[in-house]
């Protein structure tokens, strides 16, 4: 188990990734408070003509985090609270609008939440066809697309704000977006995977080319199961190009990072990112 340290103090165990892939079993075991209190740091800007959420550290750095959100996008309070955590460990963070506009309501949300056991008959129709609304919004929204527009911001930003580091952070949807920069050579030296979907299996995963990568699995995980993840471990053993990890979180479910409904949970991936970036 990794004893993830407070946002103030960042490390990374060493020896727990260098040079080989291993599964950890993680539990919420953390004291710091949850990214949510307080008021936004960043703000809304235009990127290359894309709307963006920028939060900005106290020092001069010349490291970015770019965050790929899941399908709410922009519109997920809790994604600018994460950026702006990023940006007090002294990164600069940026969160690309990757669907134009077009990002799925925060209150179709709540279906992918929902305990359908206590429902009638008619909640139970009207749960499902918010979900329907959901799976059409990936469906219209490309992870190469995403891939695209990223590309725009981090060329503008390695232009514009001098970074000549570039880490990716990714969410459900996300992650799929940031997987197909990572198989580009040299464009992403850090990436954090946090329950990934939508993304092409085995190649995605086959492809990867960032030198780290740590993968955030959720136990309870239809698009990531435990085949998948422990298949996809058992790929990148062996590659002394990568170094990477997989950490599996016991009872969270698929969006545990991102969507605030299991707060000690959600809390302990961010400080396991932050410490992990900070390496």
């Known amino acids: 188990m990794i004893d993830s340290p407070l946002i103030g103090t960042p490390q990374w165990p060493k020896d727990d990734y260098v040079g080989h892939s291993e599964t950890k079993d993680e539990e919420p075991d953390c ?7 307080g008021e936004f740091r960043g703000e809304i800007i235009k990127i290359d003509k894309v709307d963006v959420y920028i939060s900005k550290p106290n020092t001069t750095t010349q490291t970015a985090i770019i965050i790929f959100s ?3 996008g ?4 809790n994604i600018k609270l994460i950026a702006d955590a990023f940006a007090e460990a002294g990164f600069l963070c940026v969160v690309p609008d990757l669907f134009d506009g077009g990002s799925v309501p925060i209150e179709k949300m709540e279906p992918l939440e929902a305990d359908t056991s206590k429902m009638t008959l008619g909640q139970k129709l009207s749960n499902k066809v918010n979900k329907g609304v959901v799976m059409l919004g990936m469906i219209k929204h490309s992870p190469l697309k995403a891939a695209s527009i990223a590309s725009l911001v981090i060329d503008n930003l390695k232009k514009e704000y001098n970074i000549t580091r570039v880490y990716g952070q990714g969410y459900s ?15 992403i030296q850090a990436a954090c995977l946090s329950h990934p979907t939508n993304f092409v299996y085995p190649n995605d995963i086959q492809t990867i080319k960032t030198p780290r990568v740590l993968f955030q699995c959720a136990e309870e995980d239809e698009q990531f199961d435990d085949k998948k993840r422990i298949d996809s471990e058992k790929m990148m053993n062996g590659r002394d190009d990568v170094k990477s990890q997989f950490v599996l979180f016991h009872g969270a479910k698929n969006g545990f990072a991102i969507r605030g409904n299991e707060p000690e949970v959600s809390r302990h991936a961010l400080i396991q990112a932050i410490s992990f970036f900070s390496e």
């Not at 004291?31 to 209190?37: A, I, N």
């Not at 922009?74 to 309070?77: A, C, I, K, M, R």
């Open 70 to 72: 899941d399908i709410f």
């Open 173 to 187: 949807f996300g992650a799929s977006a940031l997987l197909k920069l990572m198989s580009q050579p040299d464009t």
């Open 74 to 77: 922009l519109g997920l309070t």
């Open 31 to 37: 004291t710091t408070p949850e990214p949510g209190s």
